[in-house]
């Protein structure tokens, strides 16, 4: 993981060509900061703390925090209960029933019954949301008592139920009229202060009925990571989460530092309805021109896992198919012959401006494949322009992003769907197709995991983009502060983490 400082020369160099698990440690950083609140500091100020009505990741790592989801996920991705104390699926998938748990109150002390929780996904559901889509599946809503919750369905999907689980699902107190900054909800906090672009401050929710293991938490805004790591050294933070080219600052000096691999992945997209990329043997060429190892070394610092299809290592059904496609420059050359460009072809390639790391990983691939013949024109462009031209428009050659994980398979392989609108891959394959369309109706869960992994297969083989890695994130913590974890739907659970007495 320490390579990154033999690729950095020709990332800086490129850069002006183009430019048109966890480890313990004996402590030696002082902690000032002896009080049982937790401060973290976090990159960017959240988008409000209303979590219908955003699409922010900062907000829905706060309020996850001030508010419940009838069910939550462990560090492996399993359901689990929280505001819904069980759950069933009915024998033809068409219907899930929640039972709420008794002890359920808002932090105002009204009791969250099925009737508010029935509320909660009407506002969900309704115009102001920004996942009216999301939960267009739902066409009924019962609540035979103030303890249940029927959820009717029109079709069979056994993704659904993974939908009640985000953050963006949770339940709120309807009755608000300002949630964004003033949030009710049924969480272990409440929300004591919120100065923009300084702080947020967390206390516990009295009326939650289970254990807090500190009186509360800060969130210090600060956009600058060598900030952070200066304010961690002088005790004034906790907790922070850097990039790898930061880890050198902080190993060997006592933090407790969490290595986990990220629910997501990265990956240098192909436009498979254009012409020379329509030809199986060009994007070939392209992976075997590209060494991923080296890209996340020079990129990430070696922070990452190398992928071979649109598959985040942290789910269970991955299968390892990185070296599907090895680096083999020669073979790409051969591959490029056969398909008729042996004196070369020009690509284009479109970089999101505001992502510097997209970028540097765009330059150092654009290098590789200049060396089997294949132009690279970079384009740096707007995030905007990336999300109407390229996203949806589909109007490019070659784009590098990063996609969110979701819990359920479905969610992340929907994109290869051949008549999708989220296919910007513009992909065709009737056998994804047919995988995809049984899966949704699969009460079995073992031959769920054979369609998902046929899937991979497919994908890793037929290369409708260059998949690179899952990347890691590296959390470091004060060398008495324990209990924190990542999970795959990228929400932070204070309300167990503690400082050491």
């Given at each position: ?31 000032k900061n002896v009080s049982n609140i937790i401060t973290m500091a976090i990159p960017v100020d959240p988008d409000g703390l209303d979590p219908h009505v955003t699409a922010s ?409 260059l998949y690179i890695q899952d990347p890691i994130q590296i959390f470091v913590a004060q060398k008495d502060v ?20």
């Amino acid at each position: 993981m320490k390579k990154a400082f033999i690729f950095l020369t020709l990332l800086f160099a490129l850069s002006s060509v183009f430019a048109g698990g966890s480890s313990e440690k004996t402590a030696s950083a002082p902690v000032k900061n002896v009080s049982n609140i937790i401060t973290m500091a976090i990159p960017v100020d959240p988008d409000g703390l209303d979590p219908h009505v955003t699409a922010s990741a900062s907000t829905f790592q706060i309020t996850s925090n001030i508010y419940e989801s009838l069910i939550t996920v462990d560090e492996q991705g399993n359901l689990i209960p929280a505001l819904a104390e069980s759950w069933s699926v009915s024998d033809d998938g068409l219907e899930i029933t929640f039972r709420l748990r008794d002890n359920a109150l808002f932090s105002d002390g009204r009791k969250c019954t099925s009737a508010e929780v029935k509320a909660s996904f009407e506002r969900l559901r309704g115009e102001e949301s920004v996942r009216q889509n999301d939960y267009a599946f739902i066409t009924s809503i019962d609540t035979p008592d103030e303890r249940t919750v029927v959820f009717g369905m029109d079709s069979l999907n056994v993704a659904t139920l993974s939908s009640f689980a985000y953050p963006w699902a949770a339940v709120v107190d309807v009755t608000q009229d300002n949630l964004r900054a003033k949030p009710v909800g049924t969480g272990p906090y409440v929300l004591k202060s919120w100065t923009a672009q300084q702080s947020l401050v967390l206390d516990r929710n009295p009326n939650y009925p289970y254990e807090v293991r500190n009186n509360g938490v800060k969130f210090v805004i600060m956009p600058d990571l060598t900030a952070e790591i200066t304010a961690l050294n002088a005790g004034e933070v906790d907790l922070i989460l850097i990039t790898g080219d930061l880890a050198s600052a902080v190993e060997g000096r006592g933090y407790n530092i969490i290595e986990v691999a990220g629910n997501g992945l990265q990956l240098m997209a192909i436009n498979c309805a254009r012409e020379p990329l329509s030809d199986l043997r060009v994007r070939q060429a392209i992976n075997l021109a590209v060494n991923k190892d080296e890209v996340i070394d020079a990129v990430w610092w070696g922070y990452g896992r190398k992928i071979g299809s649109h598959f985040p290592v942290v789910l269970k059904e991955y299968v390892d198919l990185s070296d599907t496609y090895g680096y083999d420059p020669e073979r790409a050359k051969a591959l490029l012959k056969e398909a008729g460009y042996e004196n070369g072809l020009t690509l284009r390639l479109d970089l999101p401006k505001n992502y510097q790391e997209y970028v540097n990983a765009g330059l150092v691939i654009a290098a590789s494949l200049e060396n089997v013949g294949i132009h690279v024109d970079v384009n740096i462009v707007e995030w905007a322009y990336w999300l109407s031209e390229i996203y949806v428009g589909r109007n490019y050659d070659l784009t590098v992003v990063g996609h969110t994980g979701r819990l359920d398979p479905y969610a992340l392989l929907v994109k290869y769907v051949s008549t999708g609108s989220d296919n910007y891959f513009n992909y065709s394959n009737a056998r994804v197709d047919e995988l995809l369309g049984i899966y949704q109706s699969e009460l079995d869960e073992a031959k769920r995991v054979e369609y998902v992994q046929e899937i991979q297969r497919i994908l890793a083989q037929e290369v409708p983009a260059l998949y690179i890695q899952d990347p890691i994130q590296i959390f470091v913590a004060q060398k008495d502060v324990f209990g924190f974890a990542s999970y795959p739907i990228n929400i932070y659970q204070m309300k167990d983490v503690y400082r050491a007495r």
